[in-house]
């Protein structure tokens, strides 16, 4: 295991992951090769955390009713620590609202 640098950046970076709502979940090492995983509990929400065919680190929600596949979660790296951001606010994808105005005669 290696300990990262105590520096500014490295604070800083922390503090923010923490505010932002990033929850730490294990080091990259607890999943070493392609099809490995494991399971935690945020906040009453399952997630499984899997190194895929790429090479990739992924997150997933279970979902608890048979509705279809997991849920994507936001998923980063920093410093050899696997952070997830479960705010679903940040899984959305939407288009800016228009507001339309129409003028009213009297």
């Not at 090492?29 to 099809?35: K, Y």
């Not at 929600?61 to 696997?82: E, F, N, T, W």
Request: hydrophobic share 35%.
């Amino acid at each position: 295991m290696t300990i990262p640098p105590d520096d500014r950046t490295f604070r800083r970076e922390m503090a923010t992951a923490y505010r932002s709502g990033w929850h730490f979940i294990d080091l990259v090492t607890a999943i070493p090769r392609c099809g490995d995983s494991l399971m935690v509990t945020l906040f009453g929400d399952p997630i499984v955390v899997a190194r895929e065919e790429d090479d990739e680190v992924r997150a997933y929600r279970c979902l608890r009713k048979p509705r279809g596949a997991p849920q994507p979660v936001r998923c980063a790296i920093r410093y050899d620590m696997i952070f997830v951001n479960l705010d679903r606010r940040d899984h959305q994808l939407f288009e800016p609202e228009t507001i339309s105005a129409t003028s009213r005669s009297a």
